[in-house]
């Protein structure tokens, strides 16, 4: 539409030709180009000849009274465009048999011709707006059409096909206690049988292998990294007994089995500062005390919020806050596989007399992991081999990379020594404690002054539990069995409380596993977009609690394959890690919108919102974004343990943040741009 613009308010339109055929048309537009030095004489010629070899071939009268002669070569330096009306319409042959009065001719080089059927589309919508056909016809001068113009944008700004913002079934919860609840054991109850038996497929089984993986690199690296931050009170074994327990009860009881419990970084951050303050206090000694008694008042919380349909807050949550937070949990995961590998280095090259081969070969492992990963989940879209095979190929893309590398690895094993996997001989504590922790060995002010950081604790959970379960039912993804966010709460907090009674990490919804987990599940098809460029859209996935089972049940029997895992070198794991986080970022509107800042502004795809909403909005509401996102990831890097305390705060935050935006964005700007889902292209009459 720009380009249409631009080339009228510079002049390219002939009012009232007079003209009863095609070819009058095309020689006097040629001789008013030549006329105004957009083409040479020796180009004259060329055009006529071709644009009238054009129209024999094909009539390029489209109908609704409009033709679109066109001729592409390499002899035009530059796209051109002349508006044409005629004094009296005439029959040029149009598909809807109405006379043709209305002529857009296109010229430009060969290399521009693939934007011609963007370029169609657009004069087809502006065509069929009967107001701007009207006000064509009665424009008097240039900037009466361009006035025309400018009112047709305005009307497709106001007039956006945008789906009205609605309310899920999952948050229409009455304010009875426990209605939201019984709401979802109503919505999915129904379908409990269903998800056992639809799991018993072929995808399921790939998902199960990927996951197993994906699932237990987290539960050991966070399980190390709060052992470390807890003097071992807390460690990898904790975390793995604890991932199984939980995710078997929650797979088996909770609503939304899509949806995959574990440790989190902001929780895991949470634990060490506790900690931490802990020592502060003097009692670092009787750390698991106040770690159960923080965990009881969380769970008891928890609990409460989803007896009240405190869930149905989430209403309030649009694509904003699901982007910042999905990107934050994203971003968690790659920083911690980046880390891993830069300490590698680090380590390898602190040392003079050492080898450099082990941190080059982690790197290589790393990196052939998360390439092997990512081909073959595009190998769908090949055009090579059998279907089933491609289909294959994609879905254990995963597991055959991790294989692959771990093969490479076991096969230098002689040469570099690597640091693999380790998952402990058995469940014993981490540091030989009693499993059952002595809840009153702490002071009694100990056991009412931990609500405090129990709160926060609980708006942590809260959220990233609600946040999640949102992300996984977007609309987009095509979900059929129904919502369960109060349920599946009230299950997070009971599971909560009964891991405090034991020390082991709490633990809610993992959102980049949980967004793995159902695009595993999923299949998809690629969509191409106007302007050539394309995307996956989910068009069924397989929902089952079969594979959040079957995932928690191996989990649970690792010390029997023990001999097995402790080969598995930890560079493929973070080449896992890389690979989900990559992966739940791919697709997501927020990227999309960012890359925008270093594309070439010509070469922008046609996206609803890039169609609807001007660039300069675009960027800026992309730009809050970011900044909320670097606020939230440098608050998870500082030092100041106060500040991080708070770390749910600050998500919470985002809520008001995007409340005072409607203040200083038009409110159709921001119904295209925070839409829960992407509005259907408009579709011409003649498509």
């Not at 009274?65 to 001729?71: G, I, W």
């Not at 070198?569 to 690979?579: D, E, H, K, N, S």
Request: charged share 15%.
């Amino acid at each position: 539409m720009e380009f249409l613009r631009k080339s009228l308010t510079e002049g390219s339109c002939l009012l009232n030709l007079q003209a009863s055929n095609i070819e009058g048309v095309i020689r006097e537009s040629a001789e008013f180009l030549v006329q105004t030095g957009r083409l040479s004489e020796a180009q004259r010629e060329t055009v006529v000849t071709g644009l009238l070899a054009r129209e024999k071939v094909v009539p390029t009268a489209i109908g609704n009274a409009c033709a679109l002669p066109h001729f592409y070569d390499d002899a035009i330096d530059a796209p051109i465009m002349v508006f044409v009306r005629l004094k009296r319409a005439a029959n040029f042959g149009a598909p809807d048999g109405i006379a043709t009065r209305f002529i857009f001719l296109l010229l430009g080089p060969t290399d521009r011709a693939g934007e011609h059927l963007d370029l169609l589309a657009t004069i087809a919508r502006l065509m069929s707006d009967r107001e701007f056909h009207f006000e064509a016809s009665r424009a008097s001068t240039q900037q009466a059409l361009i006035s025309a113009l400018d009112q047709h944008l305005l009307r497709m700004q106001s007039a956006v096909s945008v789906k009205p913002r609605e309310i899920s079934e999952g948050l229409k919860a009455t304010g009875k206690p426990f209605d939201g609840i019984t709401r979802d054991l109503k919505r999915r109850l129904p379908h409990y049988l269903s998800d056992f038996t639809d799991g018993f497929d072929r995808k399921c089984l790939a998902s199960v292998l990927f996951l197993f993986f994906a699932c237990l690199a987290p539960a050991v690296t966070f399980g190390g990294i709060m052992g470390l931050g807890t003097d071992g009170q807390i460690g990898a074994v904790e975390m793995l007994v604890a991932t199984a327990a939980c995710g078997v009860v929650y797979s088996l009881l909770a609503g939304q089995p899509l949806i995959i419990l574990g440790g989190i970084g902001p929780l895991l951050i949470f634990t060490v500062i506790l900690y931490r303050l802990c020592g502060d206090f003097e009692l670092q000694n009787q750390f698991l005390g106040v770690y159960g008694w923080v965990g009881l008042w969380t769970g008891g919380f928890t609990v409460l919020l989803a007896i009240t349909n405190a869930s149905n807050l989430m209403r309030h949550f649009t694509r904003f806050t699901d982007e910042v937070f999905s990107a934050l949990m994203s971003a968690i995961f790659i920083h911690e596989a980046v880390k891993a590998i830069v300490n590698t280095f680090s380590t390898s090259f602190a040392d003079e007399q050492a080898s450099h081969d082990t941190a080059f070969l982690t790197l290589l492992l790393a990196l052939g992991t998360f390439y092997i990963a990512m081909s073959l989940s595009r190998f769908r879209k090949s055009h090579f081999l059998l279907p089933w095979m491609r289909e294959f190929l994609a879905d254990f893309g995963p597991s055959i990379a991790l294989l692959c590398m771990a093969i490479v690895a076991f096969w230098l094993r002689d040469e570099v020594s690597l640091k693999t996997l380790v998952v402990g001989s058995g469940f014993d504590t981490t540091t030989g404690r009693p499993w059952l922790v002595d809840l009153g060995s702490v002071p009694t002010w100990i056991k009412f002054a931990a609500a405090g950081p129990a709160a926060l604790a609980t708006v942590l959970v809260y959220l990233s539990q609600n946040i999640t379960a949102r992300l996984v039912n977007n609309p987009e993804n095509k979900l059929t069995k129904g919502e369960s966010y109060h349920l599946d709460l009230g299950v997070v907090g009971l599971l909560i409380g009964a891991c405090s009674f034991f020390g082991f990490p709490w633990l809610c919804a993992a959102t980049v596993r949980s967004l793995a987990h159902m695009r595993a599940l999923a299949d998809v098809e690629e969509v191409v977009g106007r302007g050539g460029s394309s995307k996956d859209r989910i068009i069924h996935v397989t929902e089952n609690r079969v594979t959040a089972l079957a995932i928690h049940l191996l989990i649970a029997g690792t010390p029997f394959v023990l001999p097995l895992l402790k080969y598995l070198p930890m560079a493929t794991l973070y080449g896992i890690f890389l690979y989900m986080g990559v992966v739940s970022l791919q697709g997501m509107q927020f990227m999309e919108r960012l890359s925008l800042w270093v594309m070439d502004s010509s070469l922008y795809p046609a996206t609803h919102y890039i169609r609807r909403v001007p660039i300069r909005v675009i960027h800026t509401f992309t730009l809050v974004q970011f900044v909320c996102l670097a606020v939230l990831c440098v608050i998870n890097v500082i030092p100041s343990e106060p500040v991080r305390i708070l770390f749910p705060v600050f998500i919470a935050l985002l809520i008001p943040i995007r409340w005072l935006m409607d203040r200083f964005f038009a409110k159709e700007h921001l119904a295209i741009l925070d839409a829960d889902e992407e509005p259907d292209d408009e579709q011409s009459h003649w498509f």
